[in-house]
């Protein structure tokens, strides 16, 4: 299963393709126009990567001023661009990825970043693009599928291990509300994560 992590931001929204390959979208146009950018960069890069299911962060928290307008407008453009791609997409709010990443539901971009790079051995040039890929993780995880590290001795892989109530979060939020996740194809998420 291929999956792929989505951060929206109208300034820089990050991507994590299914290869962990990750990039920032940084549109040149400005306005509305940006709107268009991003939904073209997001649509071209899930099919080209061939996705089966992008993850994307959820809005989270209070927007002022021109945010509170714009990401919306931007989720829905993202949202329309996967569904004409026949792409089906989860929405996973930024506290339940927080809490799956670092065990805290309220860390800060800082937090992630280290976190990634304590457990995953990787580094991003953004902040999106670190989001993206524990997005696209998280995924990964919620379908059994697992994560190959690079953290350790050069050149060696291990596979990353997630305590058992962090990996709770991709489940139930804080809320205790339960987190579905969608059958893709053959690919069904496993009823309960558990570290493998």
């Not at 002022?64 to 709010?93: C, N, W, Y």
């Not at 995924?139 to 058992?164: F, K, N």
């Amino acid at each position: 299963m291929r999956i792929m992590g989505i951060d929206p931001s109208i300034s820089c929204t990050g991507l994590s393709l299914p290869s962990a390959e990750t990039l920032a979208i940084k549109p040149r146009t400005k306005g509305d126009l940006r709107l268009t950018e991003i939904g073209n960069h997001v649509q071209v890069a899930a099919q080209a990567s061939r996705a089966d299911l992008a993850v994307i962060e959820g809005l989270g928290g209070l927007y002022r001023g021109e945010s509170a307008r714009i990401i919306p407008m931007l989720h829905g453009v993202i949202r329309d661009r996967l569904q004409t791609a026949k792409i089906p997409f989860m929405i996973l709010l930024p506290a339940s990825l927080k809490k799956f990443a670092t065990g805290n539901g309220g860390a800060d971009k800082d937090e992630m970043a280290k976190a990634a790079f304590r457990r995953l051995g990787r580094q991003y040039l953004t902040d999106d693009e670190c989001d993206a890929d524990w997005l696209r993780v998280a995924g990964r995880m919620a379908y059994g599928l697992g994560e190959i590290t690079e953290y350790g001795t050069p050149g060696s892989v291990d596979w990353l291990r997630v305590p058992a109530d962090q990996l709770r979060a991709l489940r139930e939020n804080k809320s205790k509300e339960e987190i579905v996740w969608p059958v893709v194809g053959t690919h069904r998420p496993w009823p309960k994560v558990t570290l493998r």
